[in-house]
């Protein structure tokens, strides 16, 4: 039973990871999604009304921010599993060393 103990609390620290980087990773995707929604409920509404060469200049704008965010999200999501999760960062660095270990002996052979 006592050699069971560290094995567990390191399983419950993985675990507590791997919740914090779902919960950060739902609140991300919320705030960076939520303007793309709004913008399409607006233009929804708003599909029917005349609009101004001005009104038109900002509503492709909003909808270039919106996809902005969207995209921004698709790509922040390295950096947040990178900033929190200790695991995810060791695998990255194993990761980064064996490939370049790779590139290293590929390139030293030929």
């Known amino acids: 039973m006592q050699s069971n103990l560290p094995q567990n609390i390191r399983r419950r ?10 919960l950060l990773q739902v609140i991300f995707y919320v705030f960076f999604s939520t303007l793309g929604t709004y913008y399409l409920l607006y233009s929804v509404i708003t599909n029917s009304s005349k609009k101004s060469s001005d009104q038109i200049a900002i509503d492709v704008f909003l ?19 990178t900033l929190a999760s200790r695991t995810f960062r060791k695998e990255f660095l194993l990761t980064c060393s064996r490939m370049f270990k790779y590139l290293q002996n590929m390139f030293l052979i030929d």
């Open 13 to 22: 620290r993985y675990e507590m990871q791997l919740i914090k980087l779902s």
């Open 63 to 81: 909808n270039n921010i919106a996809l902005l965010l969207i995209y921004t999200y698709s790509s922040l999501t390295f950096v947040l599993y």
